[in-house]
């Protein structure tokens, strides 16, 4: 009966652990976008991600990095290792200490730390940034597996190696270094492993050219899950198991084997295995390097690109590509708030932040004026979202999208009497099966509108009364404060209503046709998402031609047709079908719009109210 309890336990145990990883790769294979329910087996997701230029893009990075990484952290942490063991106790006792605190530190500590360092130094985040972030907090691990060896190493060895009349170096390669060789390797694939599968540190360190796969895989995951990322995860749990499992069986051998005389004799298989090696590392390790040989040369011809996530048809960046030579590094964020940080540190061609967030980086110099003559295309905007609050002298933007915020519900469980209003948001009728945005600006500017205030006031006493509304829905009525979830849990119908963007609307519609949409009566956040090119931007001519590609009538109607907002450009306005011109979902009516207003950017003193109401609600 114990052992059954035993066994029981451990089998309980064990698929509380994986249940979450079994069921990321079974829906993997599933034949639809759903996370909840099975539509068939299919192979599609993981065709797409390998026609993915930026996942595999990722991959290589991955790969190379943790190759270099490891290569260098066995090489320093083995010599370290040695170095220490030739120590006194108590010195040893203190490094083996210094050794262990990167090791039990937060990621997030290490990560800041490495992002600081490299900003005091000068240093561009790049391969170099993240190589050496790598090595350094992998060095402490190969330095633990490679100890146990050399604490297990007869201290006579190399003294009787020397007797013999090795020399000191032949005594170390010939007689130490076999003898450890097991730590060694173990180190090294931990190692290997370890930054793999790094995501923290890496977030801080990488480039725009330099992201990993963990990285990606996060920024993806931000917007909404895409099977491609459960294709992507599926194969990286199986790399990392099987390298986990081969240091399992290595330490196991080791355990198990007997001290025993070695008879040393000449291999017949060394050769070929150095060539193997050697094609590997030339494959995993030339590409990255001529590429870094050659960055300054090829430099002009990159235009990175920062946007929000699937906000975008990436096809378009493959024509981009061909028609003009340039080549796209293309990436993502999850709000302004965060590509405003990034902005701060790093250097991107183009960004495409919302209408207040423009404002600020106007106010702050963090983006520069555009020449509008390198941009014919930009003719064809229509002068309604031009001259904006945002940017009343047009010098600074160009318009991307256009859209409004509005309620969108299920028609199956939402009364219709019960729409029309933001009230909606604060019917106990439906506690528990609405949400609210997680973001102060968004959620606020709601409250705001609902109370009859403008959402870009500075009233504290307004905005207190708005937050206070905020929490009386967190304590009543929302599941929670959403912001990408809510583009999952309401086609999947984990919610019956919560406010979100047309644009989005449109493409939950197509995936649930249940869900409706509709702008309150109240009024609502008339937005323009507009591209601008930052101060410290490396190639403001390849910015400028890939503004005015996407501002070409072909190219904005096809990402109008994929990303469900509306285009600025008149002339895609005149292609689209008549049932599309009078969809309100498409184009909300006039009336709407009049009643609508676009976020202005806020001074220094609400901003921190807004932090600090925002921080106070949360708790």
């Known amino acids: 009966m114990k052992k059954f309890i035993e066994k029981f336990y451990m089998a309980i145990l064990f698929i509380l652990l994986y249940a979450p990883i079994f069921v990321l790769m079974l829906f993997s294979f599933n034949d639809s976008k759903s996370r909840v329910s099975w539509h068939g087996f299919t192979l599609d997701w993981y065709v797409q991600m390998f026609q993915d230029e930026r996942i595999l893009h990722s991959l290589y990075v991955t790969i190379f990095v943790a190759v270099i990484s490891a290569i260098f952290a066995t090489i320093l942490g083995t010599a370290a290792a040695i170095g220490i063991q030739k120590m006194g106790r108590r010195t040893r006792g203190v490094y083996l200490t210094i050794n262990n605190i990167p090791m039990s530190s937060s990621d997030t500590i290490m990560g800041v730390s490495f992002m600081l360092l490299f900003s005091f130094l000068a240093f561009e985040k790049g391969y170099l940034t993240l190589i050496l972030a790598h090595v350094t907090f992998c060095i402490p691990y190969v330095v633990l597996n490679v100890m146990p060896k050399l604490r297990q190493l007869d201290k006579n060895a190399y003294e009787a190696a020397l007797d013999l009349g090795a020399t000191p170096r032949q005594a170390f390669w010939k007689v130490i270094i076999p003898e450890i060789m097991p730590g060694i390797v173990t180190g090294a694939i931990m190692a290997f492993t370890i930054s793999i599968d790094d995501f923290v540190v890496s977030y801080f360190t990488a480039g725009n050219t330099s992201q990993p796969l963990s990285v990606v895989i996060y920024s993806m995951v931000r917007r909404r899950i895409s099977p491609k990322i459960n294709a992507v995860s599926t194969i990286l749990f199986v790399f990392i198991l099987i390298l986990l499992i081969v240091i399992n069986i290595r330490q196991t051998r080791a355990l198990n084997k007997k001290k025993k005389l070695t008879v040393y004799k000449k291999r017949s ?29 090829s430099e002009g011809q990159i235009v990175n690109v920062y946007n929000w996530g699937e906000y975008m048809d990436e096809s378009l960046l493959e024509q981009f590509e061909a028609e003009t030579g340039y080549k796209v590094v293309y990436t993502t964020f999850d709000s302004n708030e965060s590509m405003y940080s990034r902005l701060k540190t790093e250097s991107y061609d183009v960004v495409i932040p919302s209408d207040y967030m423009v404002a600020r980086l106007i106010n702050e110099g963090m983006v520069q004026p555009i020449n509008y003559d390198n941009i014919p295309n930009f003719s ?83 905005l207190r009364e708005a937050a206070a509304l905020i929490t009386k829905g967190k304590q009543t009525t929302f599941q929670g404060l959403f912001m990408d979830q809510i583009l999952e849990k309401l ?129």
């Open 380 to 462: 064809l905007i229509d002068e309604k979202y031009t001259h904006l609050a945002f940017d009343p002298e047009q010098q600074y933007s160009v318009p991307y999208t256009w859209g409004v915020v509005g309620m969108i519900y299920n028609t199956k469980y939402i009364d219709e009497a019960d729409i029309g209003s933001w009230d909606l948001l604060w019917n106990e009728k439906y506690a528990g099966e609405v949400a609210m945005f997680d973001n102060p600006r968004d959620a606020l500017g709601i409250a705001l509108r609902y109370l009859g205030y403008s959402q870009n006031t500075e009233n504290a006493d307004e």
């Open 269 to 297: 298989h060394p050769i070929g295995k150095c060539v193997l090696a050697g094609v590997v590392c030339i494959f995993l390790i030339g590409g990255p390097l001529a590429g870094l040989m050659g960055g300054s040369a």
């Open 491 to 619: 086609p999947n119908e984990e919610l019956y209503a919560a406010p979100y963007y047309n644009g989005d609307a449109v493409t939950m519609m197509d995936e649930n046709p249940d869900l409706a949409f509709y702008v309150p009566k109240e009024g609502t956040n008339l937005f323009v998402d507009a591209m601008c090119i930052p101060t410290n931007a490396k190639n403001v001519e390849g910015a400028e031609a890939f503004i005015d590609f996407m501002c070409s009538t072909e190219a904005a109607a096809a990402n109008a047709e994929y990303i469900g907002y509306s285009s600025p450009q008149r002339e895609v306005y005149e292609m689209q079908p008549e049932e599309i011109q009078n969809d309100p979902v498409h184009y909300p009516s006039a009336e709407a719009i009049a009643n609508s207003e676009t976020f202005l950017n806020l001074s220094d003193e609400t901003n921190k109210l807004y932090t600090a109401l925002w921080a106070e609600l949360l708790k």
